[in-house]
């Protein structure tokens, strides 16, 4: 889960993703089935039907994408 800090930490070891305020959803593929849920498990497929037929198109046998829509 993002913290919401003062400054974020510095060094080379530091990979910063910006948190914008939206909605973090996963799109799952299986065998042609697309589901898409919020990171608290609510299915909100029928919310996202364009991702979802995008996602069918994808060329892939399963997969799990994670990801940030405002």
Do not use: C, N
């Amino acid at each position: 889960m993002p913290t919401l800090v003062d400054k974020p930490p510095e060094g080379d070891d530091w990979t910063h993703e910006f948190k914008f305020d939206g909605y973090r959803s996963q799109i799952v593929i299986d065998d042609g089935d697309v589901r898409i849920f919020t990171r608290r498990g609510f299915d909100w497929t029928a919310k996202y039907h364009d991702l979802v037929e995008t996602a069918k198109g994808l060329d892939v046998q399963s997969a799990i994408i994670d990801g940030e829509s405002s």
